[in-house]
């Protein structure tokens, strides 16, 4: 480990002959100038802030409702996003239901939109998404599809994803519109590209990435991942800029070497060792922040050892940390976790937010020291 130191239209951008340079060409992006088009993130249930925060930050963005907006750029930018589960693009008909769909015209309309989100995504099946998917209409629509792009229809494993849902934007008193939404990438954007490793109980990319933009994100911390498992947390916060140290531990030797496999397809250097979290043997101070998924007692660890671990690890970090360092957890464990943090005087909590989760619903805390 290293050395601690010490203490108007939504669809097209707005033209105008201001602004223009002496050449004549206008100034700003061109791509502001390309006819957008509308999409729309999906995202954990709890995390819809952080995504929010997100999409703001994305250049040319725009006529943002929520999690829906207009883009004229290129897709690929939106594929960078890492707090949505997955990008979809939509387009809206008005059809009182699915059925109209079929329409000569409407069905034409459908398999271009459909095409061009194939032709920049590389999808290679599809699948539909769909209150009554098994019904002759989606059969029907499924089948038409499949002949007209030459895509296979598989209903389980299908890499382009089609939803089809009423129209939130044309609900008038006829109740009529159909939004079809496509998934602009083959897989989700949850299922990070350098996972290669995957061990019982790994957490989301998506919340390890909220939790570190909640946490804190800041260059000179020496930053601690106690438990580190596949090394989710470690990854995350390597791909989102400069710290000044990053170090995992974890007692199972299979964790470790899986976090170094993931960390080599991620193209990151950060030091992992086979080490008991509570027993590191590094001096006090060491680290800025502390943040790590507890064990939740079910995939990893027993209710009965966590009444254990758990206070034990809040005193450990406490000397771990600097004067004014900061610890990021994650539990599920919530009654156990709140009873010992009341139980103890070193931290200070907050939550962070909740979150839904493969069935799950677990918390992320955000503590400080007192004093």
């Known amino acids: 480990m290293p050395r601690p130191r010490s203490n108007s239209n939504p669809a097209y951008a707005h033209r105008s002959s201001a602004g223009k340079s002496s050449k004549g060409r206008p100034k700003g992006d061109y791509r502001a100038r390309q006819p957008a088009r509308e999409y729309e993130l999906d995202v954990l249930p709890g995390l819809e802030e952080v995504a929010a925060t997100e999409l703001a930050g994305v250049p040319l963005a725009r006529d943002i409702r929520g999690l829906r907006f207009w883009y004229p750029g290129s897709p690929e930018r939106l594929t960078r996003l890492r707090s949505a589960v997955a990008v979809y693009r939509i387009k809206s008909w008005d059809v009182p239901r699915p059925r109209g769909l079929l329409g000569h015209q409407q069905l034409g309309e459908l398999?271009?939109?459909?095409r061009e989100v194939t032709e920049v995504g590389g999808h290679r099946s599809f699948r539909i998404g769909a209150a009554g998917k098994e019904s002759p209409t989606m059969q029907r629509l499924a089948e038409e599809?499949?002949?007209?792009?030459?895509l296979p229809h598989d209903p389980e494993e299908g890499e382009l994803l089609l939803r089809l849902r009423p129209s939130a934007d044309r609900q008038g008193a006829d109740g009529q519109g159909w939004d079809v939404l496509a998934r602009i990438t083959p897989r989700p954007l949850s299922a990070r590209a350098w996972r290669e490793c995957n061990m019982g109980g790994g957490l989301n990319a998506t919340?390890?990435?909220a939790m570190h933009k909640l946490a804190g994100q800041r260059d000179e911390d020496r930053i601690f991942n106690p438990m580190s498992?596949?090394?989710?947390?470690l990854i995350e916060r390597a791909l989102l800029g400069p710290y000044d140290a990053l170090v995992g531990v974890d007692i199972d030797p299979d964790a470790v070497a899986c976090a170094h496999t993931n960390l080599a397809a991620a193209g990151k250097q950060v030091e992992v060792a086979q080490v008991d979290a509570l027993h590191t043997g590094l001096p006090s101070r060491s680290f800025d922040l502390v943040i790590?998924?507890?064990p939740w007692g079910d995939a990893i660890g027993s209710h009965q050892s966590n009444e254990t671990l758990y206070p034990a690890f809040l005193k450990e970090m406490h000397r771990l940390t600097s004067r004014r360092g900061r610890l990021c957890l994650l539990t599920h464990e919530l009654r156990l976790f709140e009873r010992v943090v009341r139980e103890q005087s070193d931290w200070e909590a907050k939550e962070l937010f909740q979150v839904s989760s493969g069935g799950h619903h677990p918390k992320a805390y955000l503590l400080h020291k007192r004093g």
């Open 111 to 114: 398999v271009s939109y459909v």
């Open 292 to 294: 790590s998924d507890l």
């Open 145 to 150: 599809l499949s002949a007209a792009l030459g």
């Open 207 to 209: 919340i390890a990435y």
């Open 229 to 233: 498992g596949s090394g989710t947390l």
